[in-house]
Structures are given as C-alpha cells and as structure tokens.
C-alpha cells in the first residue's frame, strides 16, 4: 500500500497520482483526489466522457470524495483491476473502491465480450464522519431526468445516455451526503444500451463477481521473475488496455498527455500499433498469456489484409483512426496544449511496418498457427516491397514531423521482412524466393553495419550515411536479431548511447534533437523503454550484474500503484507523456524474462528460438 501524502491546493495531480481501470472495452483513470479525470467508453477511442485531465474547467469529472480533504492514498485489490483510494479529511477518512464492472462467470482469457458497461464506485467511512460529494460532469453538459429511483443523463457531445443510480436517493447528479463511520455508499454510472435485468445480483456480489474473475485470469502468470509484482501489474495493465473481443491493445488509455509540460509534444495515443504486436506477443507468451499473445497478433494479420497499404496503426477495429485534430476547447494538462484527438502519424511512411508484420505471421506460425493462403500472398508482397523500401527515406520509429531520412531502425526492419519470410517459406514450404530473401536479408545487414557506422562516435548511428545522430531505436537490434548483442559494433553502440544520451540515473533519451531534428521545438523527457532495451543489450553482452542493477533502477520509477508512464523527467522523476504507456510495461516484462533466464545460465531468448536454428 501506498504512504499516506498530501494532495495540491489547486492545479492538477501528477500524472502519477492516477490509477486505471477498465473492462476490455473502455477505460477510466481515477486520481487518488476521488475525481474520475479521464475516461472514453463505450470503447477506448470513444470521445471522452470526462476530460478534466487536460482542462480541469471544461473537461467534465466525476468525483465522489468528502468535503475537505487532506491527504490520501491508492492501491489495487490484489491481482485485480479494482481500484482503493482512500481519503482523508479533516472529519473523517473515506474508502472508496472504483471498478469497471465484468459480467459473472467472465473469462479474461478468451476472446469474448466480458463487460457491463458500468462503473461502480462504492464509498465507506471507516473513520469519523463524513459530508461526501458525489457530482457527474459529462463534458458538454448533460440533460438530465428522474429515472427509476436515479437519474438518466443524456450527453449530446457524447452521443451516449448514462443511466446513474445509487443505494441511497440521490437529490440530483451533483449532490452532498453526511455519512457516518461505517455507513457506505454505493454509485453506479451505467452507458450499455441494453436493458437492465429485472433481477440482477446485488451490487456487492457484481463486485465480487468482477474481482473473481480478474484473480482467475491472473492465476495464469508465470512468477519466476525479478520483480514478479511488477510484471503481475504490468500484465494486468496491458490486459486494461487490451480490446478483449479481437485481440487490440492501445498504445496508452489517453491523449495529449505532454511530453513536456508546456510544450507541444502532445499525441492520441487511444489506438493500436502494429509496431507495439511484435513486442507485446514477446513479452506476453513468456508470462503465461497465450492468448493474448495470439489475440494481438490475429488482430495485426487481419490490418494487414485490410487496406492496399500498411500502416503504422489503427484503431481498435483495424481501421484507420480518425484525422488528427486539435481540440481549441481544452488548454492541455498544465496548459499544455494543443489537446489532440486523431493521429496523423497513420498517414506516415515508416518503413520499419515491413519488419514488424513479417515478425508477427512469424511468432504466429512458429507457435503452431496456420498461415491462410490469401494471407501469405499478402505477406510475400510485402516481402518484396521491403526489399526497396529500406532504400527510400521515412519518418522513422518515432514518427518525426521533419522530411524522412533513412534511418538505420527502418532499414533493419526491412531486413527482418526479408529474413522472416525467408524462414516461413523454408520451414513452410510456402511459395516465394526464399533464396532471394535470405541472401538480402544477409546483405542488408552488411550495409547496416557499414553504412550506419560512424568511426567519429565509435557507433551506429540514425541513418545509413554519413551525418547521423545517435539513436537509441538501435538498441533494438539485437531483440529483432538483426545483430547479435555481443557484436562489436553493437557493444561499441550500446556504451556510445548509455553515455551520450544518458539523462542520469539510468534513464535514456531516445535521440538528442539538436542532432536529430524531429520538427519539434522543445524538450522531452527520458524515454523509458529504450532504459529497458538496455538492461536486455547488457544481458545479451554477458554484463547480467549491470543489467540486474539496472533493471532494479528502472522498477524504482513505477507508480506506487505499479504503473509506468511513457517518459520519466530526469530532474524531478515525474511522469510525462501517455499514461499508462502498454510499451514501457512491455519493456519490463519482457527485461524480467531476459534477466530471469540469464540469471539461470540460459542465453536470452530474445525471439522465437527455435526457428532460428
């Protein structure tokens, strides 16, 4: 359980200060204030109900909290997502417990519909005596009328009916109510349009029902790990942010959370990456979730067959997401705007796409599913478009907003389209010029590790040719096995990056944009993943001692709640960017995985082993 600490006066809570909830389909951040500050339902990229997150003003919220308040805390059921924050007032201390409700007897591990579609928030005084505020702020505003013993609340923004109710009479959406030590309130914001059974199970048990089914799926983790309750809430948060129907995992539950408090750096990060599936099976299939693994990798195959083109993400249905927008209603959180709702980096060229949907059919066959014939027609002339692709410049893994160049993490992924349709073809016996394939794939690694070197820096750098930054993308190289970690050059890049783009304790920068130009004028923080695929170059590198000391580091950066943000300011520690972010949970998990297997003598696995024989 988290300490007791004391909350701001005014302004916003710390990125930090929230826990997230959900139910496969939505989701919710709740701080540790009592106040739902960001939530999107009926799915994850829906508008937002409440916003107060990026505009405490105009956002809209949803608190129940005493009047007040001083201090408080959170934590999680065990191995659940359900939420406890409690708060201190001057009167009295209130428990309140906030959860997406799932449907009784649901089963996280199979693909199939597990939500309610509702929010239950039950507050107890365990302390003194309390006057609790319970008050519903759809952003826009909302109609409302009496509705059987609660009220319905009809948010036109939205386009959603919201049916609240509560186990004491509500005077209205926005209400106070005195309670006393060991009196409880229950609250349930329902937005499923189905009807309500006439007789449904007491709330309580719903709860119970929810917890029970959350502790069923967590039972299947592996826990023989470094750290196992970090990588136990890092799955369970990625499972937060998995679409439970088709196998989607978002790249982080929110938008336009800055990478730089007052700066622009801020993106909607609410749909799916193809980039995200190759390393998220990874990471996956090595704590006990198959399934998962295997939803999220059927997911990006199907993308894949969709439109004439690749692109970089989608939203959770496989579709492109909406045109990037900017919201002139919102001043950002901590006045950082612009509010952004779309991405436009799904119109982007990113070369590294040919790379990561090959790796993805390849953990798909290697663990004994089937390839459709239509399926590898579609992935041999992708094979054959990464064969010149890596040639032509892009906008790279980070998704500049400057004219392409070809970066060195593109031409890689090139090379692993290549490499891994050779391999499918061979093992497979399916159509296609795996001779071709493989000798290129040789060859493009050739001219990687002649072309990306820079003997000035001792390193790989950004790009092929001359000019390049340093780029910690590159410690990626050796997870995709484009390059062995143990070779030289890549020892050479992996010591050039730690001391180059060290931000200090650990934390890395993914480039320096004074050297790499991004199209953006201002800082951002340490990018944690990249922390991550550091402690896996160490471990491959034989240095399991600094890697476990890193690793320990980089674990001492979560939440008190476990989560983790994007990007860690190297000053104060606090979180910027999208929170919390499905990667850098996937970077633990998945450095946990290499560190545990080094730690028994076993070199690390960084991808599907045996095929690579």
């Known amino acids: 359980m988290s300490e007791w600490s004391s909350l701001p006066r005014e302004g916003y809570l710390p990125i930090e200060d929230h826990g997230l909830i959900g139910d496969g389909r939505g989701c919710a951040l709740v701080g540790r204030d009592g106040v739902v500050s960001f939530m999107c339902v009926p799915r994850f990229d829906?508008?937002?109900?409440?916003?107060?997150?990026?505009?405490?003003?105009?956002?809209?919220?949803?608190?129940?909290?005493?009047?007040?308040?001083?201090?408080?805390?959170q934590r999680y059921v065990d191995d659940t997502g359900v939420l406890v924050t409690d708060l201190f007032a001057d009167t009295g201390t209130v428990e309140v417990t906030d959860?997406?409700?799932?449907?009784?007897?649901?089963?996280?591990?199979?693909?199939?519909?597990?939500a309610r579609g509702e929010l239950i928030r039950h507050a107890r005084v365990t302390h003194g005596s309390v006057d609790l505020t319970v008050a519903v702020r759809p952003r826009g505003g909302a109609r409302g009328e009496r509705w059987a013993g609660g009220w319905r609340l009809r948010c036109s923004r939205q386009a959603l009916t919201l049916y609240l109710s509560a186990s004491r009479p509500l005077p209205g959406p926005e209400c106070t109510l005195a309670l006393n030590e060991g009196e409880d309130l229950w609250v349930a914001l329902r937005w499923s349009e189905r009807p309500v059974r006439e007789v449904s199970p007491p709330i309580d048990r719903r709860l119970s029902d929810t917890e029970e089914a959350w502790r069923r799926w967590t039972a299947q983790l592996v826990s023989d790990t470094p750290r196992a309750d970090l990588v136990r809430r890092s799955a369970i948060t990625l499972k937060l942010l998995d679409h439970v129907e088709n196998g989607a995992i978002v790249?982080?539950?929110?938008?336009?959370?800055?990478?730089?408090?007052?700066?622009?750096?801020?993106?909607?990060?609410?749909?799916?990456?193809?980039?995200?599936?190759?390393?998220?099976?990874?990471?996956?299939?090595?704590?006990?979730?198959?399934?998962?693994?295997?939803?999220?990798?059927?997911?990006?195959?199907?993308?894949?067959?969709?439109?004439?083109?690749?692109?970089?993400?989608?939203?959770?249905?496989?579709?492109?997401?909406?045109?990037?927008?900017?919201?002139?209603?919102?001043?950002?959180?901590?006045?950082?705007?612009?509010?952004?709702?779309?991405?436009?980096?799904?119109?982007?060229?990113?070369?590294?796409?040919?790379?990561?949907?090959?790796?993805?059919?390849?953990?798909?066959?290697?663990?004994?599913?089937?390839?459709?014939?239509?399926?590898?027609?579609?992935?041999?002339?992708?094979?054959?478009?990464?064969?010149?692709?890596?040639?032509?410049?892009?906008?790279?893994?980070?998704?500049?907003?400057?004219?392409?160049?070809?970066?060195?993490?593109?031409?890689?992924?090139?090379?692993?389209?290549?490499?891994?349709a050779a391999r499918l073809a061979t093992r497979l016996d399916l159509p296609g010029d795996a001779t071709t394939w493989g000798t290129e794939a040789n060859h493009l690694t050739a001219r990687i590790v002649r072309d990306a070197w820079d003997e000035r820096m001792n390193s790989l750098t950004e790009h092929l040719g001359r000019g390049g930054g340093l780029d910690a993308s590159l410690l990626a190289l050796p997870l995709r096995r484009v390059l062995p970690a143990d070779h030289p050059r890549m020892v050479a890049t992996t010591r050039a990056i730690s001391q180059r783009l060290g931000a200090g304790n650990g934390l890395l920068y993914r480039y320096l944009p004074q050297d790499s130009p991004d199209g953006l004028h201002v800082p951002e923080g340490a990018f944690l993943l990249c922390s991550f695929w550091l402690v896996d170059n160490l471990a491959g590198q034989d240095r399991v001692d600094e890697a476990s000391e890193l690793f320990e580091k980089l674990c001492t950066y979560a939440?008190?709640?476990?989560?983790?943000?994007?990007?860690?300011?190297?000053?104060?520690?606090?979180?910027?960017?999208n929170y919390p972010q499905a990667l850098s949970h996937v970077g633990l998990i998945s450095s946990a995985v290499v560190l545990a297997r080094a730690q028994r003598g076993v070199r690390p696995e960084f991808s599907t082993h045996a095929w690579f024989r």
Request: hydrophobic share 40%.
């Open 46 to 73: 829906a508008p937002p109900l409440f916003c107060s997150l990026l505009d405490r003003q105009r956002g809209g919220s949803f608190l129940v909290a005493p009047d007040r308040l001083l201090q408080s805390r």
């Open 99 to 114: 959860a997406f409700l799932l449907e009784p007897g649901a089963r996280l591990e199979e693909d199939a519909p597990a």
């Open 251 to 420: 790249a982080a539950p929110t938008s336009s959370l800055p990478e730089c408090i007052g700066g622009d750096r801020n993106w909607d990060y609410r749909y799916a990456w193809i980039r995200d599936a190759a390393y998220t099976v990874f990471a996956l299939r090595r704590i006990g979730l198959p399934g998962e693994a295997g939803g999220f990798l059927n997911w990006a195959l199907t993308a894949a067959q969709g439109e004439g083109r690749m692109r970089v993400l989608y939203d959770v249905d496989g579709r492109p997401p909406p045109v990037e927008v900017i919201d002139e209603e919102l001043d950002g959180y901590r006045g950082s705007s612009p509010v952004r709702w779309g991405n436009a980096a799904a119109e982007q060229i990113q070369h590294d796409v040919y790379g990561e949907i090959l790796d993805c059919a390849f953990q798909w066959a290697a663990t004994g599913r089937t390839l459709s014939a239509g399926l590898w027609h579609r992935l041999a002339d992708l094979t054959e478009q990464a064969r010149t692709a890596w040639k032509t410049p892009d906008h790279g893994i980070w998704e500049v907003r400057t004219p392409g160049r070809p970066f060195t993490y593109s031409a890689a992924m090139c090379q692993v389209a290549l490499d891994r």
């Open 559 to 577: 939440s008190p709640l476990g989560l983790l943000a994007e990007q860690i300011d190297p000053g104060d520690r606090s979180f910027l960017g």
